[in-house]
């Protein structure tokens, strides 16, 4: 499967922001999703994960009722609602698929930069 991010930007702090991944393939519904981000001189880390099937969702701390992950199965597409950002959300985002029966995602979009301004 390939990936491409989108909707990315500047966005001052408690705003909202939406980002997209396009999934091409017609197995859309074999992978679990997740988004990850990476800030400036920091490792990439956990945003978010949603189940092939949309069934269950699970957040990071820094995530919970703020951010959520949503996927649309017939349209390939899936989604990061970002609510109420803060300056630390600022980061390179990535959406990533992972086979059902893998733990790690091997499937990584190019990424879409979030900038939250205080």
């Known amino acids: 499967v390939q990936l491409q991010a989108s909707g990315g930007g500047l966005v001052q702090a408690g705003g909202s922001l939406r980002l997209s991944c396009a999934a091409s393939?017609?197995?859309?519904?074999?992978?679990?999703m997740g988004w990850f981000r990476q800030a400036p001189g920091k490792e990439r880390e956990f945003v978010a994960a949603i189940r092939w099937d949309g069934g269950e969702t699970n957040y990071a701390d820094s995530a919970k009722g703020r951010f959520s992950i949503s996927r649309n199965i017939a349209e390939n597409m899936l989604y990061l609602q970002m609510n109420s950002l803060k300056p630390e959300d600022t980061a390179v985002y990535y959406c990533a698929a992972r086979t059902r029966l893998r733990v790690s995602y091997g499937y990584w979009g190019q990424g879409t930069l979030v900038t939250v301004s205080s």
């Open positions: 393939g017609r197995t859309f519904n074999l992978y679990n």
